[in-house]
């Protein structure tokens, strides 16, 4: 079987490719670190600082008349919570306080600093159930879980001279965020929630987290997006140990919600800038993976480890933390093929699996 084929196979399954007429349109809005501006009625953006590659996450405030509602948080650094009391006295929250926090899913940028202010403020966090079970496993104390992905890392070919380094590397949950308070409140996804004034539906996507909460007013004018569509950046689709071990299916089969909604509606994300054309926007997620996925089949002509295709589909070497994201994401894609039945893995006697073409 070639590649076009299993593209083929692949795109008629888990998608409609549709031609889309216009191309994606940013919102035209300047945005500054801890500097929050209105980007529709009621809702301010804020972006918070990130100590990564990726230096920022934006998160929101719904006006509530006489507080806010907050979507998301940042990561819990002393630099967000220098830009969160910036924030908190800025003219635009016209000295209103917190009302309550709502989480979108259980990554550091987004649930990091909300133990810290619901403390600070006396006020309520909401998260799915499927997003607060993995925080609790995250944050266990009497767990490494980082630790706990050597073997997995072991059977997908990680050199043994690596593995140290890539432990010492990968971030430790519980220095990044901050003691969720004992009652989280849980969020039911099969009914409208109220928040700033409007009805939204929650939509619910996996693959990037287990239960992650993207939210669409009931005009479809709005969509609170998390990290589940993303501009020009796709959203890490990664297998962890104790996880969704088809992620990317997963994704997929979550991603016609968005394509479903109007051009129109102002997609909210997370990172980068707020856009107009979600559903262009979703068709080049899809078009990404599906090039990916081609490479990978290419690549498997004969057998090889997640790890030795880690070239093939980022294109340049992989190191410390960045390279245990990148096993994750290999191996969310050779797993998602394998489930198609256009590769198969079997385990060697060095503990290595190695994926072949069908
Ligand atoms: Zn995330």
Redesign the pocket.
């Known amino acids: 079987m070639d590649a076009i084929t299993g593209s083929r196979i692949i795109a008629d399954r888990y998608w409609r490719r549709e031609v889309r007429t216009g191309p994606v349109r940013f919102a035209d809005v300047i945005i500054s670190p801890a500097l929050p501006i209105s980007v529709a009625e009621g809702v301010l953006l804020v972006r918070l600082p990130l100590p990564f590659a990726l230096d920022h996450i934006n998160v929101y405030l719904l006006d509530e008349g006489d507080g806010w509602t907050l979507v998301d948080c940042g990561l819990d650094t002393p630099e967000a919570r220098e830009a969160w009391d910036r924030v908190l006295t800025h003219p635009l929250l016209q000295g209103r306080p917190l009302h309550r926090i709502v989480v ?4 550091p ?2 649930v990091g600093l909300a133990g810290w202010l619901s403390a600070r403020f006396g006020i309520p966090v909401a998260m799915t159930a499927g997003e607060f079970a993995v925080a609790g496993r995250y944050a266990d104390p009497a767990r490494d879980v980082v630790a706990e992905r050597c073997p997995f890392w072991h059977e997908h070919g990680l050199p043994a001279t690596l593995a140290p380094e890539l432990l010492e590397r990968m971030p430790r949950y519980s220095r990044q965020v901050h003691a969720l308070p004992a009652r989280v409140d849980g969020v039911d996804t099969s009914a409208p929630i109220t928040l700033g004034g409007r009805h939204w539906r929650p939509v619910v996507g996996r693959g ?2 287990p239960e ?1 909460l993207s939210l669409v007013d009931d005009e479809g004018k709005l969509v609170l997006g ?2 589940q569509v993303l501009p020009k950046i796709t ?2 689709i990664a297998v962890w140990p104790g996880g969704d071990s088809n992620p990317l299916r997963s994704y997929f089969e979550t991603l016609p919600a968005f394509a479903e909604l109007s051009d129109d509606a102002l997609l909210l994300p ?1 990172h980068r800038q707020p856009l107009r054309g979600i559903a262009t926007r979703v068709d080049e997620i899809r078009a990404h993976h599906e090039d990916r996925l081609n490479a990978v089949i290419q690549a498997c002509g004969t057998p090889v480890t997640c790890y030795e295709l880690l070239p093939v589909l980022f294109g340049r070497p992989m190191r410390h933390a960045e390279l245990g994201f990148a096993l994750g994401e290999g191996v969310a894609h050779l797993n998602f093929l394998e489930g198609e039945g256009l590769v198969v893995s079997s385990l060697g006697e060095d503990g290595r699996r190695r994926f072949v073409r069908m």
């Open positions: 979108t899913h259980h990554h940028d987004h990037h987290s992650h998390g990290d959203p890490n997370s």
